[in-house]
């Protein structure tokens, strides 16, 4: 089978609709960081997700970012990370100056709590309540967990872990927003609204998309206070430019924020599109030998960000990186799983804790078209791909 039609993996689903939001920015000139648009955007992202405030910024790196600043993450510091994860994540730690430690994933891709509450109990001393480091000598500050593909991590187990430790805990929720726990000690709340501090990102490829953009959310709304003052140059004077501290240039755009208040109001369809979409995939997938969808939690309502299918050479003929190359040769769009964080370049001193099974899924996990305007013919394509290059057809 050749594919003349090209399936991109994850892309924007818009509406003309937006025309009018930008429009409205363009005649009255609020193209920048002021406008109602964004406020109104702020408000609705708050109100689904069930917080008082959320506070725009210009990406999940800079959401991640403000989040690190604001809880006293300073030079020197350590801060647990996932390894499994878009590298983004963990980049802002170094921005503070302090230094990751590594940790490895479970099967649902999320960070592994019983290896990270291992590490804790025998590598680290807790000490007048902080975490030292045995190998290092650095305090342990806080841990950034990542809710991968949109897939909810285990929050009960962390929160234990948190409260245990003393430790902050930052949420990357950027590939979940919509996802939410349905059983539970956090039934019916939402990733990103749990640790102390939650970021959500827009860029092109998310469930919902303002081209970029971020929002920064908590619980506690003096912490976005004082997220909100730094995304705006930490400025406490706007007509004679006087700043109390160093800030960023990080505030949303209103033609941001115009997508976005349109784009909001449609998630819920967007996750009953991924959801269809997903469980054709999964059908199919259950019945060619050496293929295996990832399963989402069951105890939760993710959005179904991304699909993961983990390839068995010796079951399915062909490894991971061969299917890449037929596939995107076949006008299918796919990518594997990004590179493990610790093997990159800038990351390669720091400390990584028995890393196995992020090193497994790195090499054998291809995820397949997953745009909320996919429609059941594309997935009927991909998988008839699928099919055909395990026949040797392709």
């Known amino acids: 089978m050749n594919n003349n039609k090209f399936i991109p993996l994850s892309v924007p689903n818009l509406s003309l609709k937006i025309l009018e939001n930008i429009k409205e920015t363009i005649e009255t000139g609020w193209v920048s960081t002021g406008g109602r648009f964004i406020k109104e955007f702020e408000e609705k992202v708050a109100k689904y997700v069930g917080v008082e405030k959320a506070v725009s910024c210009q990406s999940g790196t800079a959401g991640l970012h403000l989040a690190l600043r ?59 309540g ?37 430790l902050k805990l930052i949420e ?61 140059q930490a400025k406490v004077d706007p007509l004679y430019f006087v700043h109390d501290e160093v800030g960023y240039n990080y505030r949303m755009t209103n033609i941001q924020a115009a997508f976005g208040v349109e784009q909001i109001d449609r998630l819920e369809e967007f996750i009953e599109t991924k959801i269809r979409n997903y469980n054709l995939y999964k059908k199919e997938i259950e019945n060619i030998e050496g293929l295996t969808l990832l399963p989402f939690r069951e105890d939760t309502r993710p959005n179904y960000w991304f699909y993961s299918v983990v390839v068995d ?55 397949l078209p997953c745009s909320s305007n996919l429609t059941e013919e594309d997935v009927e394509i991909v998988i008839k791909a699928l099919k055909d290059i395990k026949d040797g057809e392709m």
Not at 83 to 96: G, S
Not at 104 to 122: A, G, H, I, S, Y
Request: a positive charge; glycine letters at 8%; aromatic letters at 8%.
């Open 130 to 166: 902080k975490v030292i480091n045995k190998k290092t000598k650095r305090q342990i500050k806080a841990v950034i967990v990542v809710h991968v593909f949109g897939n909810p991590a285990n929050m009960e187990k962390l929160m234990k872990i948190k409260e245990k430790y003393n």
């Open 70 to 128: 604001v809880m006293g993450i300073k030079p020197g510091d350590e801060v647990i990370v996932p390894t499994l994860a878009f590298i983004a994540t963990v980049n802002p730690v170094k921005y503070m100056g302090a230094e990751p430690v590594f940790m490895d994933c479970d099967d649902t891709l999320c960070m592994d709590m019983d290896k990270l509450e291992e590490f804790l109990e025998n590598e680290c001393h807790f000490i007048d």
């Open 313 to 367: 050479k010796e079951k399915y003929g062909i490894d991971r990186d061969e299917l890449l190359k037929k596939l995107n040769g076949n006008n299918i769009q796919t990518r594997p799983l990004w590179r493990l964080i610790h093997k990159q370049k800038s990351y390669k001193e720091n400390e990584a804790y028995k890393i196995e099974k992020a090193e497994f899924y790195e090499r054998n996990v291809i995820n």
């Open 172 to 232: 990357d929720a950027c590939e979940a927003l919509g996802s939410y726990y349905k059983e539970g000690k956090y039934k019916g709340k939402f990733c990103g609204t749990i640790g102390d501090i939650g970021v959500y990102s827009f860029n092109a490829n998310k469930i919902i998309t303002t081209g970029g953009g971020g929002m920064v959310v908590s619980q506690n709304k003096e912490l976005l206070n004082k997220v909100e003052h730094l995304s705006l």
